[in-house]
């Protein structure tokens, strides 16, 4: 578990640093883009970047990208989302790009990370999928912290939770907190 916990660039909690090693975060920021953005899923790539200086990339039709960079401070994120659209003065320290010095960025292949494969499963079977997803994940996640389960157990728990679930294509609120329960008590009460 510690090997787990030990993200190299960022101190965001034991959740969050479970959801990078997995790699679900970036499923669910894909998730995220396609549906703020309109982007369909093939448009969106990702990439490794150790530096985690480069939080976003847009490309234009034109070919040239324009490119969200800061220190790896969540602080930042969350007041932009609380002051939008306005830009304010933050007490996060600012970013020294010659004090970063090179920003490297590598292919993704996602066969290592079988929990990448499910979110971009969910969200294309959509509908519900995505809930079950994002419930069954949180319970493995709580599991493993709590010593319960392994890590490699996380995605196999997850992908039971989406098997077993009987998708809703257009859900209503009350359906979407109905699954979001039955997924939890699901995997709880899974090995």
């Keep these: 578990m510690e090997d787990v916990l030990k993200h190299p660039t960022w101190k965001m909690g034991r959740k969050i640093t479970v959801d990078s090693a997995t790699m679900i975060n970036k499923g669910f920021e894909v998730i995220e883009a396609h549906y703020f953005f309109g982007i369909p899923y093939e448009k969106i790539e990702v990439v490794i970047h150790p530096q985690s200086i480069v939080h976003s990339a847009v490309e234009f039709v034109d070919g040239s990208i324009i490119s969200q960079m800061s220190k790896t401070d969540m602080r930042l994120a969350i007041q932009y989302a609380l002051t939008y659209p306005e830009r304010k003065a933050s ?20 066969k290592n990370f079988p929990c990448f494969e499910l979110a971009l499963t969910s969200a294309k079977i959509g509908g519900t999928m995505p809930a079950v997803l994002n419930a069954a994940n949180e319970v493995a996640v709580k599991k493993f912290l709590d010593g319960k389960i392994q890590f490699l157990q996380i995605p196999k728990l997850i992908e039971r939770a989406m098997k077993r679930h009987r998708m809703i294509k257009n859900p209503d609120l009350e359906d979407i907190l109905d699954v979001d329960f ?10």
């Design 91 to 110: 007490t996060v320290k600012k970013l020294d790009l010659p004090s970063v010095g090179k920003l490297e960025f590598f292919k993704f292949s996602s």
């Design 182 to 191: 039955e997924t939890r008590k699901f995997v709880e009460e899974s090995e």
